[in-house]
């Protein structure tokens, strides 16, 4: 295994690790924020709020971590060694 895999395989784990620890939060503050709300407050659902606010975050960070990270520095090197490949043929 090469030192540049090795790099590329620990950057993906160590972002996969921050969307994880993300998630533990936002699940931990919002079921605070309901039990708080559902104490304290008689009809007014204001938790749905930062839930929904903060649930964006968490899908814009999903995306960034699971989808759009395919399309980063790796799959541009092998595109381009495609490239370079089908020119020399």
Do not use: C
Request: charged share 20%; glycine share 6%; proline share 1%.
């Amino acid at each position: 295994m090469s030192q540049n895999s090795y790099e590329n395989a620990r950057k993906r784990v160590r972002e996969l690790k921050l969307l994880y620890v993300h998630l533990v939060w936002y699940i931990s503050v919002n079921v605070m924020l309901i039990f708080i709300n559902m104490m304290t407050s008689s009809g007014s659902w204001w938790f749905i709020y930062p839930l929904m606010g903060w649930g964006m975050g968490i899908v814009a960070h999903s995306l960034f971590t699971l989808v759009l990270s395919r399309w980063g520095k790796e799959w541009e090197e092998k595109k381009i060694k495609e490239y370079l490949t089908k020119d020399n043929e």
